[in-house]
């Protein structure tokens, strides 16, 4: 699938989680011999635990070229309901022919 077409489905799927993806950071990197290309976003989230974890499970679901390269959570205080999430989602492209 197309990066945009990718982006949209992660996109629903934080909407699906009432998630804001308001920052991301995206970079785009090709080895010399490989034919695939990396396309490397990485999303600064805030919510509940177990909103992040189904937005991850959805998106990994819905976006068949995508993995999770790294996810770090953390805790102000023990009783905080939200946490900060720093999420790098990764879509493997195939060049069209």
């Known amino acids: ?3 945009p077409e990718s ?3 992660i996109y629903k799927a934080a909407a699906s989680q009432r998630l ?3 920052q991301a950071n ?3 990197s090709r080895g010399g011999t490989e034919k695939m290309s990396r396309y490397q976003i990485t999303l600064p989230i805030r919510g509940r635990y177990s909103s ?3 937005f991850l499970v959805k998106v990994l679901k819905d976006v068949p070229n995508a993995s999770l390269e790294q996810v770090l959570f953390e805790r102000k205080k ?3 309901l939200f946490v900060n999430a720093s999420v790098v989602l990764v879509l493997h492209l ?3 022919q």
């Open 7 to 9: 982006l949209k489905k």
């Open 26 to 28: 995206y970079k785009s």
């Open 20 to 22: 804001n993806l308001d």
């Open 94 to 96: 195939v060049p069209e």
């Open 78 to 80: 023990i009783g905080d």
């Open 52 to 54: 992040i974890h189904k």
């Open 1 to 3: 699938s197309s990066i």
